[in-house]
T-cell receptor
C-alpha cells in the first residue's frame, strides 16, 4: 500500500513568519510531487510541483525534495492570514496521485 | 481558459434514490479522475479515465457506483440506491495525460447529502 504521510496539525504561525510543511512517502520509485492548497469548503488548488532533488521557488513558496530520504516539504515565507488553509501533499505512484491527509495551517495576524 | 466544471454543485437526495454527477474536464485533457472527500477526511480515489476507457476502477467502493465518459470529454458518475455513507464531496480532476509530470486540476466539486 503506497502511502503519503503528513502531520495533520494544526500548525499555527504568526503573520510574517515562515511556515514549514512536511511530507514523507513510501514509494521509492515516485518521480513527481505536488502541493495543493485547500481552503475550507473549496476544492484543492495546485500551487507547486517538483520533480528533481533540491529546491524550487515560486514567489513566497519553496518546495524541497529529497528522494533519498523520501521527503518533500513546502516553505511559505512571509506567511499571511490568507495562507490559512489545509495543504495536501500528493505523490505520483504508478500513474496514480496518492494524497496525504493534509496539514492544516493557521496564520495568526 | 476554462477550468474543470462540475454539476450540480449541491445535491440532496433521499436514501435509496439514484444520483448522477457530471464533470466537464479542461479542453484537451485526456485523463479524468473522480475522487471522494468525506468531512474531515483525505481524498479517496474512485476511478480514472484515459479517453473513454476506464483502465482503473479499483477505487469504486461498491457495485452501486459506476462511471462513464463519452467523446473523450464529459464524464458522469452514477450512484444507485444511495446510502447515507455516500454523503461526501465528489471531486473531478483532469490532466493532459496520466503519465509523466502531468498535473491534475480539480473542479469545484459536488456536495452530495443523502438523507
Amino acid at each position: 500500500q503506497k502511502e503519503v504521510e503528513q502531520n495533520s496539525g494544526p500548525l499555527s504561525v504568526p503573520e510574517g513568519a515562515i511556515a514549514s510543511l512536511n511530507c514523507t512517502y513510501s514509494d521509492r520509485g515516485s518521480q513527481s510531487f505536488f502541493w495543493y492548497r485547500q481552503y475550507s469548503g473549496k476544492s484543492p488548488e495546485l500551487i507547486m510541483s517538483i520533480y528533481s532533488n533540491g529546491d524550487k521557488e515560486d514567489g513566497r513558496f519553496t518546495a524541497q525534495l529529497n528522494k533519498a530520504s523520501q521527503y518533500v516539504s513546502l516553505l511559505i515565507r512571509d506567511s499571511q492570514p490568507s495562507d490559512s488553509a489545509t495543504y495536501l501533499c500528493a505523490v505520483r505512484s504508478q500513474g496514480n496521485l496518492i494524497f496525504g491527509k493534509g496539514t492544516k495551517l493557521s496564520v495568526k495576524p | 481558459g476554462a477550468g474543470v466544471s462540475q454539476s450540480p454543485s449541491n445535491k440532496v437526495t433521499e436514501k435509496g434514490k439514484d444520483v448522477e454527477l457530471r464533470c466537464d474536464p479542461i479542453s484537451g485533457h485526456t485523463a479524468l479522475y473522480w475522487y471522494r472527500q468525506s468531512l474531515g477526511q483525505g481524498l479517496e480515489f474512485l476511478i480514472y479515465f484515459q479517453g473513454n476507457s476506464a483502465p482503473d476502477k479499483s477505487g469504486l467502493p461498491s457495485d452501486r457506483f459506476s462511471a462513464e465518459r463519452t467523446g473523450g470529454s464529459v464524464s458522469t458518475l452514477t450512484i444507485q440506491r444511495t446510502q447515507q455513507e455516500d454523503s461526501a464531496v465528489y471531486l473531478c480532476a483532469s490532466s493532459l495525460s496520466r503519465t509523466g509530470r502531468n498535473e491534475q486540476f480539480f473542479g469545484p466539486g459536488t456536495r452530495l447529502t443523502v438523507l
